[in-house]
C-alpha cells in the first residue's frame, strides 16, 4: 500500500473513531477512499474492529446491509456488505436502549439465525447454510451512522461498520424448516401504529440467500463463520428513525415479536 493510499485510510479511520468516541457525526469519508474502491472501505472497517477488540470487546456475529435491491441501485452497487456485531451490541427483548449510546438512530425488523456448525467452504450451497443454522430470532437492528446527516456512500457505510448501531434479539427460537422465510410477513409498529412493514422476499429474495453470501464472502476473507455466531440477515422493511422514549416492536410470522424501549437520557 502506497504511502498517500495508508494516509488516507488511516484519515478515514481518524475521523470515524472521534465521531464514535465523542457521539458527534463526521463529514463523510468517501472523498478519502472512494479510489481505494470497496477493498480501501473494509480496510478501514478492518483497523475499526481491530481497535475494539483491543479495547476488549468482543465479535460474536455479522451483520449484513445492502439487502435490498432497490438500496443496492441507489447506490450503483449490485451486492451486500457486511460489519462485526460485537458482545455490547447486543441487548435483549423488551429492553431499555440508552439513546447515549448513539447518534443518530433508525430502526428496522430483521430475522438473526444462529449457527450451529461452521460455514466455511468459499462456495456454500443453501442446503449448507440451512442445516447450519440452529434457529431464528426475531430481531430489530439499531442502524447508526457516524456519518453527519447519514449523508453516505457505499464507501461511507462500509467503512463505517456497515453502519452498524446496536441490536434487539427476541426471546422466541424457533427452527427454520417449519417456516416460509421468504413469504414471513414483517411490522413494525410504534405506538399501534405500522411504520414499516415487508416480507422475507425484500431480502435478497429470501433471508437465506444474504446468509449464503455472508458465509462465501468471509470464508474467501479468511475469517468463515463458526458454530455460535449470530447473523442479521438484513431489513425486511424500510427503516425508521428512532424518536426519543418511543417503544418500537416488530412482528414478524412464524418467529414471534421483539421489542426495544429507547430511554430520552
Not at 460485537?86 to 430475522?111: C, H, N, W
Not at 449457527?115 to 443453501?126: A, C, G, I, Y
Request: glycine content about 10%.
Amino acid at each position: 500500500m502506497s504511502a498517500s493510499n495508508s494516509e488516507a485510510i488511516a484519515a478515514a479511520h481518524a475521523a470515524l473513531s472521534q465521531a464514535a468516541k465523542t457521539r458527534t457525526p463526521c463529514d463523510p469519508v468517501r472523498s478519502l477512499i472512494e479510489p481505494l474502491g470497496v477493498a480501501g472501505a473494509y480496510e478501514v472497517q478492518s483497523r475499526l474492529t481491530a481497535g475494539a477488540l483491543a479495547a476488549g470487546r468482543h465479535v460474536i456475529g455479522a451483520k449484513i446491509g445492502l439487502t435490498s435491491h432497490a438500496v443496492q441501485k441507489q447506490l450503483g452497487v449490485d451486492q451486500p456488505d457486511f460489519g462485526m456485531l460485537f458482545d455490547d451490541m447486543e441487548y435483549g427483548d423488551d429492553a431499555l436502549v440508552p439513546l447515549s449510546r448513539l447518534i443518530q438512530p433508525k430502526v428496522e425488523a430483521e430475522i438473526a439465525f444462529v449457527l450451529e456448525k461452521d460455514l466455511s467452504s468459499e462456495r456454500p450451497t443453501l442446503a449448507q447454510v440451512t442445516t447450519a443454522v440452529a434457529y431464528a430470532l426475531p430481531a430489530i437492528e439499531i442502524v447508526d451512522s457516524r456519518v453527519r446527516d447519514w449523508k453516505i456512500s457505499l464507501y461511507d457505510t462500509i467503512a463505517d461498520n456497515a453502519s452498524s448501531g446496536l441490536f434487539v434479539l427476541g426471546g422466541t427460537p424457533r427452527k427454520i424448516d417449519a417456516i416460509d422465510l421468504r413469504m414471513c410477513g414483517a411490522r413494525l409498529e410504534n405506538r399501534g401504529e405500522a411504520v414499516s412493514t415487508g416480507c422475507g422476499a425484500a431480502c435478497l429474495g429470501n433471508p437465506l440467500n444474504a446468509v449464503v453470501w455472508l458465509a462465501a464472502t468471509m470464508a474467501k476473507v479468511g475469517n468463515p463463520l463458526r458454530a455460535g455466531t449470530t447473523i442479521l440477515s438484513g431489513a425486511l422493511g424500510p427503516m425508521v428513525t428512532v424518536k426519543p422514549g418511543e417503544v418500537y416492536e416488530a412482528r414478524i410470522s412464524g418467529l414471534g415479536r421483539v421489542a426495544a424501549a429507547f430511554t430520552k437520557e
